[in-house]
């Protein structure tokens, strides 16, 4: 593979190579096809057999150093800081097809969980394979000092300190134009840290930092989960923490997480179907996209039990309805709590819902009543649109949430059944404001009920967690 890949005076001899992985074995990594993968000898070949063993395919070697010079080429220096890698090599057949891409970044990875005292990635490379190194992350530094066969070299570096950090964006969705729709913070954890002290406690204390109404939290899970026929599909993790605890579901930071993986991670990615899974905590969400380019997402179908019959309960949200928000009960149409006892769902007429805040707000209140755990949705029939709704909840920890998109798992069966419609488009009359269609999918054969809801998002900012 060395001689096939280097010129003569730039290829390393077996010698270095038998110095290298025996000084050096952690770094002297061979990437393999699985037993299922078709194999040929080249590219043009039209041949090809079914391996039923691992088949070497390419293979990185490194050794440590303390600074990148000709002279630490030749050496490992196990007390070093600087990972300098000599070879980077794919057989012939299997070039320009991204295995080499794969084998690169799955070896940064590598490096980056288990060896704490690497800080640095580095490597001479010539110009034709810059914009290969710099796509998996490497800088270029400048033309090298080191002299390594007849052409110029130039320097590239990896910063694994920068590497070992998570990445986050803050996402406006429902929105139109910045300012617009309801922002969520999405943090790409990676997955070896998933189940260690950035578990939990460092995803709630992440949230309390943005102090935006949803942290999403996703993890690429690396093959489809039991029960998925389509192996080939895109599979994501998804965590959701508001500045104090974690819930089950959030629609908004669901689109924000989508636009993520579809904009930012996908082009890296395969998704053969432009479909992504997200496994939460009770549900798994299928995503897609649109002709247009929104996000289409699936959600539980959630219905509304009334409380005419619960008389004592009624009674407390009457009461924490009124004190809370200064909503009377001779305004309220129609009072219901979610099956789930996540939601209340509270219809009132137009006046009513437009004079909501004319009074100053106790939403303190909001927090008394023991009939649900979330938020409290207000509503009532549009104009323009088919319902207009705010979405208050203090319980877990938002005072008001500018748009909701896990509300309208209620919201759309709720209007749907009262507009006789299967598709309604709503607004949410927060201070931001944003629009939210939803679809609503009754499927009588096997009784599944879902409803579609559909949003575009606009990135705000992007980075890298400081936090430890």
């Not at 490379?125 to 270029?140: D, E, I, M, R, S």
């Amino acid at each position: 593979f060395e001689i096939a890949s280097y010129p003569d005076d730039e290829a390393a001899t077996l010698d270095k190579l038998i110095y290298r992985q025996k000084h050096c074995p952690d770094f002297f990594r061979v990437a393999c096809i699985n037993s299922e993968t078709s194999i040929g000898d080249d590219q043009t070949t039209s041949s090809t057999s079914t391996s039923t063993e691992e088949i070497p395919i390419g293979f990185i070697t490194s050794t440590v150093c303390q600074e990148f010079t000709d002279e630490s080429m030749s050496n490992h220096d196990p007390s070093g800081s600087l990972l300098a890698i000599h070879s980077v090599v794919i057989k012939e057949g299997f070039r320009r097809r991204g295995f080499a891409t794969r084998m690169l970044e799955d070896y940064v990875k590598f490096v980056s969980m288990t060896s704490p005292n690497i800080s640095e990635l580095v490597l001479i490379a010539k110009q034709n394979l810059l914009k290969f190194y710099t796509n998996c992350g490497f800088h270029v530094v400048g033309l090298s000092k080191i002299v390594h066969g007849k052409d110029p070299w130039f320097d590239l570096v990896l910063n694994l300190d920068e590497e070992r950090k998570e990445e986050f964006w803050v996402v406006d969705s429902f929105a139109e134009s910045h300012g617009e729709g309801n922002p969520a913070s999405v943090v790409l954890m990676k997955e070896e840290l998933v189940g260690t002290s950035k578990d939990r406690r460092w995803m709630q204390m992440v949230a309390q930092e943005f102090n935006l109404s949803e942290t999403a939290f996703i993890t690429k899970l690396a093959s489809a989960p039991y029960g998925f026929e389509n192996k080939s599909t895109t599979h994501y993790s998804i965590r959701f923490f508001s500045p104090t605890v974690e819930v089950d579901l959030c629609g908004h930071a669901t689109l924000a997480a989508s636009a993520v993986v579809y904009e930012k991670l996908l082009p890296k990615d395969d998704c053969e179907d432009g479909i992504v899974y997200f496994h939460a905590n009770k549900e798994v969400l299928k995503v897609s996209r649109n002709e247009h380019g929104k996000v289409k997402m699936v959600f539980p179908w959630k219905d509304v039990v009334s409380m005419d019959e619960n008389v004592e309960g009624k009674a407390s949200l009457l009461q924490m309805l009124e004190k809370g928000l200064g909503i009377v009960s001779a305004d309220i149409l129609f009072l219901g709590v979610g099956t789930d006892r996540e939601d209340v769902l509270v219809e009132v007429n137009h006046e009513a819902f437009s004079s909501i805040g004319a009074t100053v707000l106790k939403l303190s209140e909001l927090e008394k009543s023991p009939e649900y755990s979330r938020g409290v949705i207000v509503c009532c029939k549009g104009k323009d649109f088919d319902f207009l709704s705010r979405f208050f909840g203090p319980k877990a920890g938002i005072p008001e949430d500018p748009v909701t998109g896990s509300a309208h798992c209620l919201l759309a069966p709720y209007f749907g059944r009262l507009l006789n419609k299967n598709t309604v488009v709503g607004r949410q009359e927060s201070k931001r404001g944003g629009s939210v269609e939803c679809k609503l999918n009754d499927d009588s054969r096997d009784g599944k009920r879902t409803v579609t809801i559909t949003g575009s998002a606009i990135f705000a900012s992007n980075g890298k967690l400081l936090m430890t």
